[in-house]
């Protein structure tokens, strides 16, 4: 299987779709003032959650700026955007890192930025009234780095995916095995050098508040991936054969984890991708934060 990283985002969408907290969702929709709006998304990926505001008919004229340091990403959006907005019947004007979709009802400017978020933060001169994080914070040295992000933004904050604790594997393969596979995936999450938290959700309440946010909303976003009859939805089947690549790639060579048992054990989880079989749950958290103001962290 060939592992690509946009794919892998844009496999993630469908289930994205289910797990975002509809109720902190709405809260979104409700805070959110009149338009036309300044987003800035950070850690943006090929940019699934502009696709997914445009989709479900929350963003309509705006100015959104992706955020994301990966080249290969960016690469992907530059053309990716132009695509999926042709078949939503958006008309699209500019190319490059400027792009504008729009018709009679929508006028979405573009901005693509391949940068480090917090070389970005240095140089951006004005705030957003919305700063979205998507499946990144839990990537992020904390509480340190929520203050410069938050700077991004003069009012709301929509900080969602944020992973909390939990990786549920069904059915067993082995129960000593999964438990120890799942405790060393976490602390993988937990000694990055650049950052993460494998309970960031739950950390975020005491982070957040200290940061000078105020919470409007907060809830569970929890992945749950099974198939139906067999089969997976969408490109829900590869979505898992990358899951289990994190856990190849993370834990290979683990001192504390017998090679062949862990090469057996992946096999197996992928066999029971292939038979439809395996159920896949993670605990995140959702959260809608108002900028109240500043707070030592
Ligand atoms: C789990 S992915 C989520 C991407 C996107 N939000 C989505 O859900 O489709 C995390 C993203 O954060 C980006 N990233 C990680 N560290 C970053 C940093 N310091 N500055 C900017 N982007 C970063 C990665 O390149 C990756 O695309």
Redesign the pocket.
């Known amino acids: 299987m060939e592992y690509s990283?946009p794919h892998y985002?844009l496999s993630?969408?469908s289930v994205?779709d289910r797990a975002l907290n509809k109720d902190v969702l709405r809260a979104l929709k409700i805070s959110l003032p009149q338009e036309p709006l300044r987003i800035i998304?950070?850690?943006?990926?090929?940019?699934?959650?502009l696709r997914r505001l445009a989709r479900w008919d929350i963003v309509h004229k705006a100015e959104y700026v992706l955020?994301?340091?990966?080249a290969e990403?960016i690469d992907y959006a530059r053309a990716w955007i132009p695509q999926w907005a042709a078949e939503s019947s958006l008309s699209v004007e500019g190319s490059g890192d400027s792009l504008r979709v729009f018709d009679s009802a929508r006028d979405v400017r573009i901005r693509l930025e391949q940068?480090?978020?917090?070389?970005?933060i240095q140089r951006n001169e004005r705030p957003a009234d919305l700063l979205i994080?998507?499946?990144?914070l839990d990537?992020?040295q904390m509480p340190e780095s929520l203050p410069k992000l938050l700077s991004l933004t003069h009012s709301l904050a929509w900080l969602t995916?944020n992973f909390d604790g939990a990786t549920t594997l069904e059915p067993t393969v082995d129960a000593s095995l999964d438990a120890l596979i799942e405790r060393l995936y976490h602390e993988t999450m937990d000694t990055r050098p650049?950052g993460g938290d494998s309970r960031a959700g739950r950390h975020l309440f005491g982070h957040l508040r200290r940061a000078g946010a105020d919470i409007l909303a907060a809830g569970a976003s929890d992945w749950v991936v099974h198939a139906a009859g067999g089969t997976y939805p969408a490109d829900e089947k590869y979505f898992l054969h990358f899951i289990l690549h994190f856990f190849e790639e993370s834990l290979t060579g683990h001192a504390e984890l017998d090679a062949a048992a862990f090469a057996n054990w992946l096999a197996a989880r992928r066999a029971q991708i292939e038979s439809g079989e395996l159920v896949y749950i993670a605990h995140q958290m959702d959260f809608l934060v108002k900028r109240s103001g500043e707070k030592s962290v």
């Open positions: 990283f985002l993630k969408q994205d998304e950070v850690g943006a990926g090929i940019g699934t959650m955020v994301d340091e990966m990403n940068a480090d978020v917090f070389e970005f994080a998507h499946a990144f990537l992020l995916i650049t």
